[in-house]
């Protein structure tokens, strides 16, 4: 433990990760920061940008998933693509009105913490976490 929240844990092959400990929803949160080559003062700098998020209410582990997809370039498979096309097709069988309140719902409560992600590194509770 290093006194400001962040630990350091081994791994039997010999890894090490910085660790932080939040809480996020009501849920405790462990975050992993950096690979193994990462040095104490990077793990807290990256500890106070997770704290950051957090402070704007949103889940940290998510917006670094966030960040890894978009590195990764699926972001044209990413949730909020792959909602707006289901959205055009079917937006053709209803009311325009009831059209603009389905895609103001995620466009307002979810496109904002998981539209980034691909649809493929979604888990159950990433998505319940996002509602």
């Known amino acids: 433990m290093t ?18 400990r939040c809480e996020f929803a009501g849920k405790e949160k462990l975050l992993t920061i950096g690979p193994p080559a990462v040095t104490l003062l ?4 990256a500890r106070d940008k997770a704290k950051g998020v ?7 582990s998510v917006e670094k998933k966030l960040q890894r997809a978009s590195r990764a370039g699926s ?7 792959v ?5 055009s097709k079917a937006k053709p069988h209803w009311t325009a009105r009831h059209a603009d309140d389905v ?4 466009e307002r409560d979810v ?3 998981i539209g980034g992600i691909s649809i493929d590194e979604i888990t ?3 998505g319940c976490a996002s509602v």
């Open 124 to 126: 159950p509770p990433i």
């Open 103 to 106: 895609i103001r719902s995620p």
């Open 54 to 60: 957090l402070g704007e209410g949103r889940d940290p």
């Open 111 to 113: 496109f904002t913490q």
């Open 75 to 81: 972001v044209t498979r990413s949730f909020e693509a």
């Open 83 to 87: 909602a707006r096309a289901w959205h």
């Open 3 to 20: 006194g400001k929240d962040c630990s350091c844990t081994s791994r039997p092959a010999g890894g090490r990760h910085w660790r932080w």
């Open 42 to 45: 990077e793990a807290r700098d």
